[in-house]
């Protein structure tokens, strides 16, 4: 039963690809964000999102775009990956302002 | 840009008491400090979160000073489980974003 959960835990996939990562919370909570985690292990917010509003990093690639089917659900989809994406991307959700994160998708472009 | 600073790295005896500094010279009147820990490339753990008064919970204490120039985590029983990457983040009043910082690696010693 966990709360947020993200798959897949590994991708590893050819520069060029498009690829997607998958997030689901069951907590009921009305926002989720993706965050991305470099080597340095800086944690940056990418995207945060709820029922009404999508605010983007500026700093965000265009290739990067989140998709909602649901409350429940916040994917991310890269397009023409890069070395550089080459990161760890994380999920949360949040209510009442304490975001709650997944385990982690570590993406490794070659 | 983070608006904390923190140690790069601390030890601490198992058994005794934590306490992880973090300075947060400009925050504003409304913007929250929070804890987050992160052990071993898991996801972040919510630790605690405060705005100016001492906050206790089951797994740690907040002690914010009068001026909120800074602050201090405190494991009150530290344990090799503790050992992990703790953050110290300000939430931004404009958009209630956390802005994450480099952290205090904190190793338990037995």
């Known amino acids: 039963d966990t709360a947020v959960s993200q798959t897949p835990k590994y991708l590893v996939t050819q520069m060029g690809n498009d690829k997607s990562i998958k997030c689901e919370q069951n907590l009921g909570h009305d926002t989720m964000y993706w965050y991305k985690q470099d080597s340095k292990k800086f944690l940056k917010i990418m995207f945060s999102y709820n029922n009404k509003e999508l605010i983007i990093n500026e700093t965000v690639p265009n290739r990067f775009s989140p998709k909602s089917p649901d409350k429940a659900h916040l994917n991310l989809h890269i397009n023409s990956l890069e070395l550089g994406d080459s990161a760890v991307y994380f999920c949360?959700?949040?209510?009442?302002?304490?975001?709650?994160f997944g385990q982690g998708t570590r993406l490794t472009v070659v | 840009d983070a608006k904390t600073t923190q140690p790069t790295s601390m030890d601490c005896a198992e058994g005794r008491a934590a306490n992880l500094p973090c300075n947060h010279s400009t925050i504003s009147g409304n913007e929250y400090v929070y804890w987050y820990r992160q052990i071993h490339s898991q996801g972040p753990q919510y630790i605690i979160h405060?705005?100016?008064?001492?906050e206790t919970n089951e797994m740690a204490s907040l002690i914010i000073t009068e001026d909120r120039k800074s602050s201090t985590l405190i494991l009150p029983h530290a344990t090799l489980r503790d050992t992990a990457v703790y953050y110290c983040?300000?939430?931004?009043?404009?958009?209630?974003?956390?802005?994450w910082g480099a952290g205090t690696k904190l190793i338990i010693k037995p």
């Open positions: 983040i300000v939430r931004v009043d404009s958009n209630y974003q956390l802005i």
């Open positions: 405060g705005l100016k008064n001492n």
């Open positions: 949360a959700s949040s209510q009442a302002g304490v975001p709650f």
